[in-house]
């Protein structure tokens, strides 16, 4: 497809339980963001992709969380132990390059936490 | 740090009037400045660019200009319709040592835009 692809659109799941959460950006984008929006905190970033490579992994939230990213592609956004404060909808954005280009994003993956 | 601040509404119009919503900003570096636009259940689109002191970004009859004097990017239609009901995002990007990597968003200020 054109745009950025994620995957699941909605998953629900239960305390404590871990979730994948997929990225697949728009071809030849170098760079990869993962935000994540809700209604308290607005929107937030969380990681960014150079490639392969996150060059700073301050952003996410805690030690639960973990992204990767393969053959400058497909990335992952994993949470472990979900927590019901992980509730939100996770989105990503892809981009050309990291210098002030435009950040494509995808409809998101709306994550509910029972 | 670098912030972002704009109107949270939500903002209540009538077809055809005149929109302004306010949006400043803090920066380490030069930053480029964004507007992205989200309908109701639809993701972020970026809806309009400027990357220097002056350049004026626009799309759909929208507009924006980059003041580097007073740090804004307040956007602008002269005739707002009722399909421009959204929330709307202003965004900067600084890639400076000190900036963030990624895009700083302001809070969203909601269009609402009555027949």
């Known amino acids: 497809g054109a745009g950025v692809s994620q995957s699941p659109s909605n998953k629900v799941t239960e305390k404590g339980k871990d979730v994948e959460l997929r990225c697949d950006p728009i071809?030849?984008?170098?760079?990869l963001y993962w935000y994540r929006q809700s209604l308290g905190q607005g929107l937030e970033f969380l990681i960014y992709?150079?490639?392969?490579?996150?060059?700073?992994k301050s952003g996410l939230p805690s030690d639960r969380f973990s992204a990767e990213r393969t053959g400058g592609s497909v990335s992952t956004l994993t949470i472990q132990r979900t927590q019901q404060e992980d509730s939100a909808v996770y989105l990503c954005?892809?981009?050309?390059?990291?210098?002030?280009?435009?950040?494509?994003f995808g409809d998101g993956t709306r994550l509910s936490i029972l | 740090g670098d912030s972002v601040t704009q109107m949270e509404g939500p903002v209540t119009l009538s077809e055809e009037a005149f929109l302004t919503i306010n949006c400043t900003y803090t920066?380490?570096?030069?930053?480029?400045l964004f507007w992205y636009v989200q309908y109701p259940g639809e993701g972020l689109q970026l809806l309009l660019k400027?990357?220097?002191?002056?350049d004026k970004g626009s799309n759909k009859g929208f507009e924006a200009t980059y003041r580097k004097e007073t740090t804004s990017f307040h956007l602008e239609k002269g005739s707002v319709q009722v399909s421009d009901s959204a929330v709307y995002f202003c965004?900067?990007?600084?890639?400076?040592?000190?900036?963030?990597?990624?895009?700083?968003f302001g809070k969203g200020t909601h269009l609402i835009i009555q027949p």
């Open positions: 954005a892809s981009s050309l390059k990291h210098t002030g280009q435009p950040q494509h």
């Open positions: 071809s030849g984008h170098t760079a």
């Open positions: 992709f150079q490639g392969n490579s996150a060059p700073d």
């Open positions: 920066a380490t570096g030069y930053p480029s």
């Open positions: 400027a990357t220097k002191a002056d």
């Open positions: 965004a900067l990007s600084d890639v400076s040592p000190g900036g963030a990597d990624g895009l700083t």
